[in-house]
C-alpha cells in the first residue's frame, strides 16, 4: 500500500462497512469493478456490532428465561436457574466474530479492497484516508457514502458513557442494571426494554407522544403493551424531560408529564429517541454536495445525490433506518455505477419489531388503503387458533391480511405473534409479486406451523377460513 | 374451436423467420392450403399455406417481427367464436393500477427498466391485471411498429413536401438557376427489414468473427478468350453459349481438390477445421432486393456446357427470389462474379461459415510486358478473401497462383478438369 499523498486509482470507493457498503463493494466487485472499502470501525457497522444483531442476542437471552418459566408450566420441572451478563458478553462477542470474519471472508472472495480509517472528500474525485499508519488518498471514477448513522443525544440529557447511555452502549453492559429508565417509545427502546425487563431489570419507559410505536396500527400495539405490563414495565406516556441529576450512581430525571413534575430515579437512563446521519466530517462541500437540516442527503431512484458520480445509501438518506432498506440501496447504486438499469422501485418495505411478540408489518395498513380510497377487504386469524402458536406456548396476537375488494390483489400483511418477524417474508413476496388472497389461500402451507396463519388470514378475507367461525 | 398456427420447421437449421407479409386479414374466411403469411428465412421468400379451412381470427406475429419455429403466428377457427375474443382483448386494453401501482413481479419490472419501458403504459394480460414478461414484449414490438409507421408517413411526407416545393419553383427557374440551399435536404429513413436484414445480420457477423486477408492477383486471359470464342462459334448453330464462370468453375475446383483448406468450415465450438469433400460453389448474385448466393453442387460432375445452364437456371430463380431453400445450402466457397459491373478489384467478405470467397473482375486490354515484349493482352483481377485463422498467405497464394496458371493456360485446364 502506497503510503504518502500520491492518489491510487480506483473505480469505485465505498465510504462505510456496514450493511449497506459492504454489500455494496461485493456486488460491485461482482460487476467486475474494483472497489475500495473505507472503515473506520469494524465491516458489518452498528446492525452487526451495536444493533441488530447485539440485541438480537440479547433478546433471545431474555426470551429463554421466558421459555423456562413457561417450561415449569409444560413440566419442566427446573431446580434454579439465573442470568450471567458477562458470559452473555462473551457468547455475543463470539457471534460477531463469526459474522465480522464472515463478511472479511466475502470481501476478500470479491477482490474488495478493504481499507481501516476515517474518510473526507479531498475534491471532487479524490478521497483522503487517514488510517493509523498515515494518510492515504484515492482518486476515484464514482464513489458510495455509506457511512450510517449513530444515536440521537438528548440536550438536557446528554450521553455520559456511564449513566447515560445510548443504544451501543447500554447492550455493551456487563452487568444487569437494576432499574433502568428508557426514554423513547419507539422500537430500540421497547425491544431492549422489553429484554432487560425479563432478565430481571426493573424497567420505566418514558415518551412525549401519547402512545408507544407511533406510526403502527393500534391493535397491534395493544398485544405488545399487554405483554410489557406483564414483564412489569412501567410506562410514562406524554412524559418531556426537563433535567436531570447524578448522585452517589443514581441518575435521577425529572420529568414533566401533564403539567405536574415526576422525578425517577434509575441508575442507568437509556437515550433511544431516534438517530442522526454520520455525515458531517466527510467535508462533503468539497464534492459539492449538502445535507438537509437533520444531516440527511437527497438522493434519486438509484441512490445518486446532487453530484452524479456519488450515492448515498442506507441510514444517510431519507427513509426508515432499516438495514435490509440499506443492503438492497447499496446493491442498486453498484448496479447504477456498472451501468445496469436497476432502480428502488420495490412495491413495499417489511418493518419488524422484536418486541414481544414480536411485529412485523408490510405493505399498506387498513387505514392508509382506505386513505387513498381504495375499497379493501380484511382477513384476520388469530393466534389463538394455531395448534403450533399454543404449543410454542405464544397464543397471543394474529395475522391481517389487506386486499384490494375487487382484485382482491394484496396490499398489507400485518402480523403480531410469535416469528411475525419470519411469517413476513412470505407476506412481502405475496405483494411484490402482485399475489391475489387466493394465491396464498389456495397454496398448501405446512401443518402444524405458524406459516398457516397467513394462509388462514387470507382465506378469512374471502370468508372461508376453516378455522375460526365467520364473523357478524 | 381455435386452433394455434405455429411457425412450422421448414428446412434444417431454421430456427427463426420474419413475418414479411400478410396474405390474409384478421376475419379472412381461408380454405385449406390457401397462401397465409410470406416468411424470409435465412434466404428464402417461403409462403406458409393455411393447414385448415376456417376464418383468420388473431395475427399475433405482424408483419416486421421476428418468430421463432413453433410460436404462434396467427389462431384460426370457426366464425362463432370472434365475438368472445374481441370482448376479452377490450377488457384488458387499459393498464390496471391496483394502490396506485402497476402489479408486476419485481423481475419484470427489472425488464421493463432495462427495456426502457415505462411498465405504467403497458396493459397487463395476467390476474387481476399483472403486467407479465410477454406483455412487455408485445408492447415494445407494438412501439417500434409504430415508430416504423411514424418514420415511413414522415419521409412520405418529406418527399411529397419535396415534389410539391419543386413543382412551384418551375416557373422561379426559368428565370434564375434555384438556390442550393432552398432545397432542404431530406432523410430517408428505411427499415431494415428482409432480404436486407438478413445480409446485414450475416456481412456483420462473417466481418467481426472470422479475420479476413484478401490477396489480388492479375490473370492474362487471353488464351482463354479466344478459347472460349471458338467454343462459341461451334455452338453458334444449337443457339448455346457457353460463359467464363464454367471455366472457372473448373479451375477452382482442380484448386480447391489440392487444398482442401479453402473447402473447410471453422468449428469454434469444437476447436476443429472441418474439411469437407464436396464442393458447392455458391455464386453471389445480385437481384433487386440484394443480393442472394444459391448454391451449385456437384459442379465437379458436370460438362461445361451443363454449367453454364445450371448457373443461368439458379440465376435466374434468384433473381426470381424463387429459389428452394436446399438450393441455397451448403455452400462450401463462393465465387462473387462483379466482372459485368466494372471496377478494378475489391475485397470480399467471407460468406460465413465459408473460409474462402473468390471475386472475379472485369476483363480489360491492357499493355503488358509479354514473352519479352510490349504487347496487348486480355488481363483480370482475382481477388481472394481468405479466414486467417484457417489458412495462411502463403497457402492462399499458391492456391490463387494454381488458378491463374489453370485460366492462362486452357489446355492445361481442359487437360486436368473432371
Known sequence: MVVGDIAQNVQTVIIGAGPA???????????????????????????????????????????????????????????????????????????????????????????????????????????????????????????????????????????????????????RLTELPKRLLIIGGDCIGLELGTAFAKLGTEVIIACSESDILQGFDHSLVQI?????????????????????????????????????????????????????????????????????????????????????????????????????????????????????????????????????????????????????????????????????????????????????????????????????????????????????????????????????????????AQGIAIHVAKRR | MAVSFKLPDIGEGIHEAEVVRWLVQEGDQVREFDPLVEVQTDKALVELPSPLSGQVREIKAKAGELARVGEVLVILGEAEAVQEQADRAEVISAPILTAGRVLATPAVRQLARDLMIDIRLVSGSGAAGRVTKEDLLAHQRAQQEQQEQQEQRLSDAERAEESSRSTAEESVRSQALPSIDAIAPTITRVPLRGLRRAIAERMTK???TAPHVTSIDEVDMTELVSLRRRMNKLLEPSGQKITYLPFLLKALLIALKEHPYLNAQLDDERGEIVLRSDYNIGIAVDTPDGLIVPVLKGAERRSLLELAAEIGRLTE???????????????????????????????????????????????????????GEIAIRTMMYLSLSFDHRVIDGAEAVRFTNRIKRLLEHPDLLVLEMG
Open chain 1, 21 to 171: 457498503g459492504y454489500v455494496a463493494a461485493i456486488r460491485a466487485a461482482q460487476l467486475g469493478l474494483e472497489v475500495v472499502l473505507i472503515e473506520r470501525g469494524e465491516v458489518g457497522g452498528i446492525c452487526l456490532h451495536a444493533g441488530c444483531i447485539s440485541s438480537k442476542a440479547l433478546i433471545q437471552a431474555a426470551n429463554a428465561i421466558g421459555t423456562l418459566a413457561q417450561a415449569t408450566e409444560m413440566g419442566v420441572e427446573l431446580e434454579r436457574h439465573a442470568f450471567n451478563m458477562q458470559k452473555h458478553q462473551a457468547w455475543k462477542a463470539s457471534i460477531q466474530q463469526k459474522l465480522t470474519r464472515g463478511i472479511s471472508a466475502l470481501l476478500a472472495a470479491n477482490g474488495v479492497t478493504v481499507v481501516k480509517g476515517t474518510a473526507l472528500f479531498m475534491s471532487e474525485d479524490r478521497i483522503a484516508v487517514e488510517t493509523e499508519q498515515g494518510m492515504e488518498y484515492y482518486r476515484f471514477e464514482a464513489g458510495i457514502i455509506a457511512t450510517g448513522s449513530r444515536p440521537q443525544p438528548l440536550p438536557n440529557l446528554p450521553f455520559d458513557g456511564l449513566h447515560i447511555l445510548s443504544s451501543t452502549e447500554a447492550l
Open chain 1, 224 to 460: 405488545v403493551k399487554k405483554n410489557m405490563r406483564r414483564a412489569g414495565i412501567t410506562l410514562l406516556t406524554q412524559a418531556e424531560v426537563c433535567g436531570h441529576t447524578i448522585e452517589g450512581g443514581t441518575v435521577c430525571v425529572t420529568l414533566q408529564q401533564g403539567g405536574a413534575e415526576k422525578k425517577v430515579a434509575a441508575d442507568k437512563v437509556l437515550v433511544t429517541v431516534g438517530r442522526r446521519p454520520n455525515t458531517e466530517g466527510l467535508d462533503l462541500d468539497r464534492v459539492g454536495l449538502s445535507t438537509d437540516e437533520h444531516g440527511f442527503l437527497t438522493t434519486d431512484h438509484q441512490g445518486r445525490t446532487a453530484n452524479r458520480n456519488l450515492f448515498a445509501i442506507g441510514d444517510v438518506t431519507h427513509g426508515p433506518l432499516l438495514a435490509h432498506r440499506a443492503s438492497r440501496e447499496g446493491m442498486i447504486a453498484a448496479e447504477a455505477i456498472a451501468g445496469r438499469n436497476s432502480a428502488k422501485d420495490m412495491a413495499c418495505m417489511p418493518t419488524v419489531l422484536f418486541t414481544d411478540p414480536e411485529i412485523a408489518t408490510v405493505g399498506l395498513t387498513e387505514a392508509e388503503a382506505r386513505a387513498q380510497g381504495i375499497a379493501v377487504t380484511v382477513g384476520q386469524f388469530p393466534f389463538a387458533a394455531s395448534g403450533r402458536a399454543l404449543t410454542l406456548g405464544r397464543g397471543a396476537g394474529f395475522c391481517r391480511i389487506i386486499a384490494e375488494q375487487e382484485s382482491r390483489v394484496v396490499l398489507g400483511v400485518h402480523i403480531v405473534g410469535a416469528e411475525a418477524s419470519s411469517l413476513v417474508g412470505e407476506a412481502a413476496l405475496a405483494i411484490e409479486m402482485g399475489a391475489t388472497l387466493e394465491d396464498i389461500s389456495l397454496t398448501l402451507h405446512p401443518h402444524p406451523t405458524l406459516t398457516e396463519t397467513l394462509m388462514e388470514a387470507a382465506a378469512d
Open chain 2, 206 to 208: 462473417a466481418a467481426f
Open chain 2, 317 to 371: 430463380l434468384a433473381k426470381r427470389r424463387a429459389l428452394a431453400v436446399e438450393e441455397m445450402r451448403g455452400g462450401t466457397i463462393t465465387i462473387s462474379n462483379m466482372g459485368p459491373l466494372g471496377g478494378l478489384f475489391a475485397t470480399p467478405i467471407l460468406n460465413y461459415p465459408e473460409v474462402a470467397i473468390l471475386g472475379v473482375h472485369a476483363m480489360q486490354e491492357k499493355a503488358v510486358v509479354y514473352q
